[in-house]
C-alpha cells in the first residue's frame, strides 16, 4: 500500500513582485516499507519537498495523500497533530533541547502525547538501547559526540513508533564513521519494517537506500530501483 502519494505538488514563493517556483510538478509515490532516497543539487528543492512530505509546510497546488488522506490543504493544527502521530523528523544538526539529557529528549514526543511517565521511560530506554545508546542515558547532548547525539535524534524520532521517518541531510554533520553508525540504524530500521526517506546530496549515502529520486531544479529526473550485492 503507498503510505505517501503525490499528484503534481508546486511549490513556490512570492519574492518582491515575482513568484519563484521551487517546487514544479513532483509526483511520486512511496509504499509503507519503502527505504527512499531523494537526491538532487543544493538549492533543486529537497529540503522543500521534505518540509512538505513532512507537514512542516503546504504545497502551492497539488494533492499529498498521507495513509490515504488528502492532507494538501490542512490547517496547522491539523498539520501538527498529524505530525506528532505519524511522523518522526532526523535533521542534520540533530536539533536536541541541551537542558535535558539522552532520556528525556527521546520521551520528549511521548510526554507531548500524554504517555504515563512510567511507560515514557521505558520506552525512551528502549529506543535509545535499540540505537547502542543504553549507556549514555542521562549524558546531556554537550557530553555526547556528535553520533551520539544523532543516534539520541533517532531514537526520539523513533520512540512513538510513527508510519514515517524522514531524514534530512542526516550524516551531514558527522565523519564518515558516525555516518555509517547512522546508515546501518537506518538500515535495520527499515529491515524491521519501518518506512524510511532521506533527503541526500550524497550518492554514497542515497544507495543504501531501495530506490533513489533525482530532483532537479524543482522536478524529477530518475527514479531508479538500488540493487544490493
Ligand atoms: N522560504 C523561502 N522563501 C523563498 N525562497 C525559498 C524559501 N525556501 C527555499 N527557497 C528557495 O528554494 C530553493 C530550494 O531550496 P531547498 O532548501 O529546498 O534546497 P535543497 O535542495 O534542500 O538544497 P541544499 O542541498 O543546499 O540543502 C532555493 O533556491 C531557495 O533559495
Ligand atoms: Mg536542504
Not at 515575482?18 to 537526491?39: H, N, P, T, W
Not at 498529524?82 to 542534520?92: A, D, K
Not at 521505558?122 to 538501547?129: D, G, I, S
Not at 546530496?201 to 543504501?208: E, G, K, L, S, Y
Amino acid at each position: 500500500m503507498a503510505l505517501i502519494e503525490m499528484e503534481q505538488i508546486r511549490k513556490s514563493y512570492k519574492m518582491g513582485g515575482d513568484y519563484l517556483e521551487v517546487l514544479r510538478g513532483i509526483s511520486l509515490s512511496i509504499d509503507q516499507g519503502d527505504y527512499v532516497a531523494i537526491m538532487g543539487p543544493s538549492g533543486s528543492g529537497k529540503s522543500t519537498l521534505m518540509h512538505i512530505l513532512g507537514c512542516l509546510d503546504v504545497p502551492t497546488s497539488g494533492h499529498y495523500f498521507l495513509a490515504g488522506k488528502d492532507i494538501s490543504r490542512f490547517q496547522e493544527s491539523k498539520l501538527a497533530t498529524i505530525r506528532r502521530q505519524q511522523i518522526g523528523f532526523v535533521f542534520q544538526s540533530f536539533n536536541l533541547l541541551t537542558a535535558l539529557n539522552a532520556l528525556e529528549n527521546v520521551a520528549l514526543p511521548l510526554l507531548y502525547q500524554g504517555t504515563p511517565p512510567r511507560i515514557q521511560r521505558e520506552r525512551a530506554k528502549e529506543a535509545l538501547t535499540l540505537v547502542g545508546l543504553g549507556d549514555r542515558l542521562h549524558h546531556r547532548p554537550s557530553q555526547l559526540s556528535g553520533g551520539q547525539q544523532q543516534r539520541v535524534a533517532i531514537a526520539r524520532a523513533i520512540v512513538s513508533n510513527p508510519p514515517l521517518l524522514l531524514a534530512d541531510e542526516p550524516t551531514g554533520n558527522l565523519d564518515s564513521h558516525a555516518g555509517q553508525e547512522v546508515l546501518s540504524i537506518f538500515t535495520r530500521l527499515h529491515d524491521s519494517g519501518q518506512t524510511v526517506v532521506v533527503i541526500t546530496h550524497d550518492a554514497q549515502i542515497a544507495h543504501h537506500a531501495n530506490r533513489i529520486i533525482q530532483i532537479l531544479d524543482g522536478t524529477i529526473v530518475s527514479s531508479q530501483e538500488v540493487t544490493h550485492v
